[in-house]
């Protein structure tokens, strides 16, 4: 499955360098170079973790945690040039769940954000959208309990991929290569056929994943 980061960072070196590891691994990234803009992409994107630069053109990174976990509890990982102590231990006082002192190894980045994910699905592990239920150890769709003939294998989780970011469209060389982890190569019929097949089971449901022509494919709630 494919969590969403979001990356806030004004550095376009590291903020790049940081995107391709977590693209590489597999990772849905959206990004941000100022604290409004994350704020921003954290109410429209609903991501899976931050990582957060402290100092930042438009503020303090510990003062956006401390509003953003007052909203939701999100895991956040700091990472900042700030690496004394005291500095630390603030970064975790103001709800941080992991602090990264730069210049760091990209490796450690990545094992941080896998133990935080992996630790936040322990406790995180069904999707609800409304009348629907998607159950992340199982695989498994229901609609009010009842099971639905969703493939346990990709069907679920570009059914998922979509569902979590309900109302967002997304193309399907997007879909591909977040779920897949490896360039579509222009070769669209795999995901394509899945969502034929996906379409096609949620049409009774009241649930639909519609195309828009030119842009791609978005989960919506039915009327």
């Not at 604290?35 to 003062?63: H, T, V």
């Not at 899945?194 to 449901?205: M, N």
Request: with cysteine; hydrophobic share 40%.
């Amino acid at each position: 499955m494919s969590a969403t980061i979001l990356l806030i960072e004004d550095n376009p070196e590291i903020q790049n360098m940081n995107r391709r590891a977590l693209t590489r691994s597999g990772y849905f990234v959206i990004e941000a170079a100022t604290l409004a803009q994350g704020e921003a992409l954290f109410e429209s994107e609903n991501p899976d973790l931050i990582i957060l630069d402290i100092m930042l053109p438009d503020g303090n990174g510990l003062e956006l945690c401390k509003q953003l976990r007052g909203k939701r509890n999100i895991p956040i990982l700091f990472l900042s040039a700030l690496g004394k102590e005291t500095e630390i231990l603030e970064g975790f006082k103001a709800g941080g769940d992991d602090y990264l002192s730069k210049p760091y190894d990209l490796n450690i980045m990545l094992a941080k954000v896998d133990v935080i994910l992996r630790r936040t699905r322990e406790v995180l592990d069904t999707l609800i959208k409304g009348r629907l239920a998607l159950d992340l150890l199982s695989n498994s769709v229901t609609l009010d309990g009842a099971d639905l003939d969703i493939g346990k294998g990709r069907e679920f989780d570009v059914l998922f991929f979509l569902a979590k970011r309900e109302g967002k469209t997304f193309s399907a060389e997007q879909i591909y290569e977040s779920i897949w982890k490896q360039p579509m190569a222009g070769d669209d019929n795999a995901v394509k056929k899945i969502l034929s097949a996906l379409r096609k089971k949620l049409e009774p449901t009241g649930y639909m994943i519609t195309n828009e022509y030119g842009k791609g494919y978005c989960f919506e709630i039915g009327h």
